[in-house]
């Protein structure tokens, strides 16, 4: 979900919560402190950047999508096709 967030462009990490949050109708309400080790994760991992800016006189880290998460984006978003109508099929009720 947060390489999908990240996919429009670059968001500090704040934004990328109210994303996530604003994407789900509000269902999804993760804590900074489930993002932000995320976040470090996926930039360990080559799959997100992030680089300094200023606003407001405040520094934040802004983070992008890497060529990599790009391709670990689409190879999940197929996964998850795949994996959502199997269950669908299982669930579905039998006449």
């Known amino acids: ?5 990240l996919e429009p462009g670059q968001l500090h990490g ?3 919560i109210e994303e996530l949050r604003r994407r789900s ?3 999804i309400n ?3 402190g489930t993002v932000y080790p995320a976040l470090h994760r ?4 080559g ?7 200023r606003h407001n ?9 890497t060529t990599k998460g ?22 579905k009720a039998e006449a």
């Open 1 to 5: 979900m947060l390489l999908s967030v």
């Open 14 to 16: 704040y934004a990328v």
């Open 25 to 27: 109708d509000e269902a």
């Open 30 to 32: 993760l804590p900074t």
């Open 42 to 45: 996926l930039e360990a991992a």
């Open 47 to 53: 799959m997100i950047g992030s680089e300094w800016s």
């Open 57 to 65: 006189g405040r520094r934040r880290r802004n983070y992008f999508l």
């Open 70 to 91: 790009r391709r670990a984006l689409a190879d999940k978003r197929e996964a998850w096709q795949w994996e959502s109508s199997v269950i669908s099929g299982v669930l």
